[in-house]
């Protein structure tokens, strides 16, 4: 059979592509049972008449959708524009995962995946191919021609990551995709986060599926991962984008003893502070990690603790900078700002926080509300959403969705743009100048007139 992936990316790198795992794993294994995938991917303005002319050359039995909660109104949209659509129309990923319910208010659509998708897109495909009504696959929620919708169980996590092809790189323009992130191959070696930050998916996603939800692929399976992809593109770094790279010692120990002994190229990857001290960072830093990103998310310890779910003083979050510092390595930190009951106050600690630490790089973004998530429902039940805003198409990452009398959606816009310059402007006036730019309101619009010398940028600003 052959299945037609979509992936809306629609404000998110400027127009430059990027690679979705979610969809690389669901087209392995499709393609290791013998069906044909392709890509269509949607970005820029919006245009139905490419993923027509697609269908009509491709002839998809299956069109799949996969997205995150800021992309659900695009592709609703789509959808919708499209129906009834000539094939058979499914949903898959975080979003409909923790709102399965938008099956029934999305007209066009024929069916959503609740949580990993592998198994269940495979059986729907059989089932289709064998002429079956694919009624009774665990995780898929179906829309009956009568509006009734079927609402099947989930099956458990999956147990061994290592039975699971490689992401399928072929179906995107993967090696455009190294290039325009500085010539960095990402990888993804596990699942789930043993966290349980009450502004991230993850504690939600947890609830969704039985068994455990943190899963790590054996080492040597990563590696040969590893020498497959530096071995068909070109690459000069890489970033293991797990949600937290150093959860578990005996995991990352091992990856590191045995990636130094025959890789050479630098790495970057995600972790926790408590995970950091100078012993693990000089070991990260022999096997060649060359930065750690790591959430500060709110420089307030009251306000992490008691609102974002995070236990850390702001003590050992400098600990883990200064470590990571010692051992070589360049940090650079997450933030949000505009969380449900922060004031102007609370965010100007994150400020503190993080000039103190003076980190290579800082990242800022805007809070959003993901369904499911415990701040979410603090959204909620507090009636902080801005419901004459709900039809817009995209309110995330730049824009708040919330109205917060104590900490206006002005305020909000300002310390967004604003926090950088703040955080650098005693370490280095000329970054903290540049990255006021970058954060401005004309970011997107100078970033792509300097796209030719981004590379340049980036070690001006960033270190790296
Ligand atoms: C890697 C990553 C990225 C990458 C890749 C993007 C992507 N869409 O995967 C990059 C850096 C580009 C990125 C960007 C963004 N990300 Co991101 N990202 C992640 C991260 C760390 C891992 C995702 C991943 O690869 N998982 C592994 C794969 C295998 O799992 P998966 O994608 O969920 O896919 C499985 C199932 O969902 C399902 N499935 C998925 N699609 C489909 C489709 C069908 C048809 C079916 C049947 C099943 C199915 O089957 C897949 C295989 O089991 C997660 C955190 C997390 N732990 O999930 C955040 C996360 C997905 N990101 C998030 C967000 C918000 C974003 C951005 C909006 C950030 C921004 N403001 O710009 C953008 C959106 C980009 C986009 N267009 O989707 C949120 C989404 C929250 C939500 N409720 O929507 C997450 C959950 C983190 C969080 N804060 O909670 N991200």
């Not at 087209?27 to 993923?51: E, Q």
């Not at 665990?138 to 147990?159: E, H, M, S, V, Y």
Request: aromatic letters at 10%.
């Amino acid at each position: 059979m052959n299945v037609l992936f979509v992936y809306t990316d629609i404000n998110v790198r400027g127009g430059a592509q990027s690679y979705q795992f979610g969809i690389g794993m669901l087209s392995a294994m499709l393609k290791r049972a013998g069906h044909a995938t392709r890509l269509h991917y949607m970005y820029g303005a919006y245009d139905l008449a490419p993923l027509r002319a697609a269908l009509a050359e491709f002839r998809p039995e299956v069109l799949a959708f996969s997205g995150v909660s800021p992309q659900y109104r695009y592709v609703k949209r789509v959808l919708e524009d499209l129906a009834p659509a000539p094939v058979f129309t499914i949903y898959g990923g975080v979003h409909p995962t923790l709102d399965p319910e938008c099956l029934a208010e999305v007209r066009g659509l024929d069916a959503v995946c609740v949580g990993e998708g592998e198994q269940p897109l495979l059986e729907l495909v059989e089932a289709l191919s064998a002429g079956r009504p694919p009624d009774g696959i665990p995780n898929l929620w179906l829309k009956q021609a009568d509006g009734r919708i079927i609402r099947n169980p989930t099956r458990p996590f999956c147990g061994r990551l290592e039975d699971l092809p490689f992401p399928d790189r072929e179906l995107f323009d993967y090696q455009a995709i190294v290039d325009s992130d500085f010539n960095t191959a990402l990888f993804m070696f596990s699942r789930g986060c043993p966290y349980n930050c009450t502004f991230c998916s993850n504690h939600a996603l947890r609830g969704k599926q039985e068994g455990p939800y943190v899963r790590f692929r054996g080492v040597d399976n990563c590696l040969a991962e590893i020498r497959a992809v530096v071995g068909r593109y070109r690459a000069d770094a890489l970033y293991f984008n797990d949600d937290c790279f150093t959860a578990h010692r005996a995991w990352w120990t091992e990856f590191c003893d045995k990636y130094q002994r025959e890789l050479k190229l630098p790495f970057d990857i995600n972790a926790r502070p408590e995970t950091l001290n100078d012993e693990s960072c000089q070991r990260l830093k022999a096997a060649g990690c060359r930065r750690i990103s790591i959430g500060i998310e709110s420089g307030s310890e009251k306000f992490r603790a008691e609102v974002l779910g995070r236990r850390q003083s702001n003590d050992r979050i400098a600990a883990a900078f200064d470590a990571c510092r010692r051992a070589g390595i360049k940090t650079k930190s997450f933030n949000i700002v505009g969380f449900p009951r922060e004031t102007p106050a609370i965010f100007q600690e994150t400020i503190t926080l993080n000039a103190r630490i003076n980190p290579d790089s800082v990242i800022i973004g805007i809070f959003e509300p993901y369904p499911g998530t415990q701040l979410a429902e603090i959204c909620r039940a507090e009636n902080l959403i801005d419901t004459a805003r709900l039809g817009e198409e995209f309110v995330g990452r730049t824009d708040t969705i919330l109205n917060m009398p104590q900490f206006t959606r002005q305020q909000i816009l300002k310390a967004y743009r604003n926090f950088a310059f703040h955080v650098y402007r005693r370490h280095s006036l000329k970054k903290a100048l540049a990255l006021r730019l970058y954060y401005s309101r004309y970011g997107e619009l100078i970033l792509k007139l300097l796209a030719p010398v981004r590379n340049l940028l980036r070690k001006f600003t960033m270190g790296v």
